[in-house]
């Protein structure tokens, strides 16, 4: 079945690079995404990435997957205050492309 | 205007009343969903259809109930709200093929007392 797991809370000083993990069990995942929910919101579609690729970079956010170990992860440059958000790794599975989330990952960002 | 709306956007209410929550979009997806969200539980769904004769339950489907009126209305129902109900609920909508972006409302904090 699908599990997609990440880390609660993740603490980094402003200027620093954030790097969020995330692990799936699904080896037939066909797109993985990285979805931010700022305060008060919903969610919003961060980046993605097709299971054929391993890397994908967009502006100050940099996407590997490692689907030997079923690993992805989200790296954002130069962390900004404006990046405080949850963010959470999902996972489309499925003929009828389910959608499995992760239970979120906390970002504090320290000025 | 925001694409994807939800009303209302706060509600209290006490064990055993009804409660619908409305979602309605102007994004044209024939796919809609609700989810809750519970602190350290992440997001779990509820129902979800992938057009307006189309049904499915979710993961969390008990105690819960649906109504997609038209393409761009999908509503929630509690029938009998118990205060485990207690939590954030999100709609969101779709579109069918490619990459599956989810696109969501901004959310009603529903509270069961």
């Known amino acids: 079945g699908e599990d997609v797991e990440q880390s609660l809370f993740l603490s980094v000083r402003e200027g620093d690079s954030s790097v969020i993990n995330c692990t799936y069990t699904?080896?037939?995942?066909?797109?993985l995404y990285w979805y931010k929910q700022e305060p008060g919101a919903g969610l919003q579609l961060l980046t993605y990435i097709f299971s054929n690729m391993d890397m994908k970079q967009d502006q100050r956010l940099t996407v590997l997957l490692n689907k030997k170990d079923k690993h992805l992860s989200l790296r954002i440059a130069d962390t900004q205050t404006g990046d405080s958000a949850i963010y959470f790794c999902?996972?489309?599975?499925?003929?009828?492309?389910?959608?499995?989330f992760g239970i979120g990952t906390k970002l504090q960002v320290i000025p | 205007d925001a694409d994807v709306t939800q009303t209302p956007r706060n509600r209290i209410t006490k064990t055993g009343k009804r409660i619908m929550l409305e979602c309605s979009q102007t994004?044209?997806?024939?796919?809609m969903y609700w989810y809750r969200q519970d602190p350290g539980l992440g997001l779990q769904l509820i129902y979800y259809s992938f057009d307006v004769k189309d049904i499915n339950k979710g993961e969390i489907s008990d105690g819960y109930s649906v109504s997609r009126q038209a393409q761009a209305k999908f509503s929630l129902s509690l029938e009998s709200a118990i205060p485990n109900q207690t939590a954030l609920y999100f709609c969101a909508t779709s579109s069918s093929g490619g990459r599956n972006e989810q696109f969501f409302g901004p959310g009603t904090r529903l509270t069961v007392l």
């Open positions: 999902a996972e489309m599975t499925g003929g009828y492309q389910k959608v499995t």
């Open positions: 994004k044209g997806h024939d796919r």
């Open positions: 699904d080896s037939s995942s066909t797109y």
